[in-house]
């Protein structure tokens, strides 16, 4: 059974910046693919950004060239630097890991149905 742990979401204010983590355990599991998504209360899930096991990323038009996804392999750990953030960006973050879908970043931020989530990271970005 595989194991998400997000952190580092917080309030800020428009404009700053702040960086989740995703901790996966255990650490012998490889994921093909991970990602995040936000969900606001009402709306629909949506993908923000996805890296595959080749390394290659993508991320949902409303957050390039502000966010960057990335992951440290040795730690397991899968991060979002987020940069410039918009009050729009205000949500619950989610990490979710593809374990037996082999899935690939391009496809992965149109799918919901993910082998794993994490319980979420609440991001509040205030004027």
């Known amino acids: 059974q595989v194991q998400l742990v997000e952190s580092g979401g917080g309030s800020v204010q428009a404009g700053g910046s702040l960086r989740l983590s995703c901790a996966a355990s255990?650490?012998?599991?490889?994921?093909?693919?991970m990602a995040w998504f936000r969900q606001v209360p009402g709306k629909e899930r949506e993908g923000v950004a996805a890296?595959?096991?080749?390394?290659?990323?993508n991320y949902a038009d409303s957050v390039k060239g502000r966010f960057t996804i990335s992951k440290d392999n040795a730690q397991n750990t899968l991060y979002l630097q987020m940069n410039s953030l918009k009050l729009e960006d205000t949500a619950m973050y989610y990490c979710a890991a593809d374990v037996f879908l082999e899935m690939t970043a391009i496809e992965a931020l149109g799918v919901m149905s993910w082998d794993y989530w994490g319980q979420g990271t609440q991001v509040n970005v205030s004027s």
């Open positions: 890296i595959d096991s080749d390394g290659t990323t």
């Open positions: 255990p650490h012998t599991y490889s994921p093909y693919c």
